[in-house]
């Protein structure tokens, strides 16, 4: 018995994804980690034919892409190398994700954007059409909330499908939830 969206086909669930703070690429984010095994469990189970995930990376681009340097001489040659490493580390962030959809037998397909997250992530909605965005909230207090900025709560707001947020364990919180 298939589940699917009662048109015959399957239930489509975006993840927004993102790489941990604390290890870097090509690691997930405790959050991302927290919202695909959610997905897995909750919704998936063992109906993978029932569903299509799609696994959205959003990078941020900094401003001059150099970190905190202050100044730097670079070539041509450097800023293509530098755009090809990090399409590079996105692409092996969503390898985790469709490795492990393709070992389940889930169909997925996955795609890195740039630019802001909350802005970027609404618009993919918009284009892909899901069923539901899973997206991780890290749990950030007030205080915290108001120079940091949520990606969840703005989703939640503007996104044109159900959207589902999903905390971290208590467990695998960091001691600053800035942090993931």
């Known amino acids: 018995m298939e589940r699917t969206d009662g048109y015959g086909d399957p239930t489509k669930v975006m993840v927004a994804v993102n790489?941990?703070?604390?290890?870097?690429?090509?690691?997930?984010s405790i959050s991302s980690r927290s919202a695909f095994?959610?997905?897995l469990s909750k919704l998936v189970r063992s109906n993978f034919s029932g569903f299509k995930l799609f696994f959205l990376h959003v990078?941020?681009?900094d401003e001059d892409g150099f970190d905190d340097m202050d100044s730097i001489y670079a070539s041509p040659a450097d800023f293509k190398?530098?755009?090809e490493r990090n399409k590079i580390r996105g692409l092996h962030l969503l390898e985790f994700f469709v490795n492990h959809c393709h070992q389940l037998g889930i169909n997925c397909?996955?795609?890195?954007r740039k630019g802001d997250p909350k802005e970027v992530i609404c618009?993919?909605?918009k284009r892909v059409q899901p069923d539901m965005l899973v997206v991780g909230s890290r749990g950030l207090?007030?205080?915290?909330?108001?120079?940091?900025?949520?990606?969840s709560e703005?989703?939640?707001?503007?996104?044109?499908?159900?959207?589902?947020?999903?905390r971290r364990n208590a467990n695998e919180c960091p001691q600053d939830p800035v942090d993931d």
Request: glycine share 6%; net charge negative; with cysteine.
């Open 123 to 125: 618009s993919e909605v």
């Open 19 to 28: 790489e941990s703070s604390l290890k870097g690429y090509p690691h997930p």
């Open 109 to 112: 397909e996955a795609w890195i």
């Open 154 to 166: 703005f989703c939640v707001k503007h996104a044109d499908c159900p959207v589902v947020t999903i």
């Open 59 to 61: 990078q941020v681009p």
């Open 141 to 151: 207090g007030p205080f915290q909330r108001v120079f940091v900025g949520t990606v």
């Open 37 to 39: 095994e959610w997905t």
């Open 81 to 83: 190398s530098m755009k």
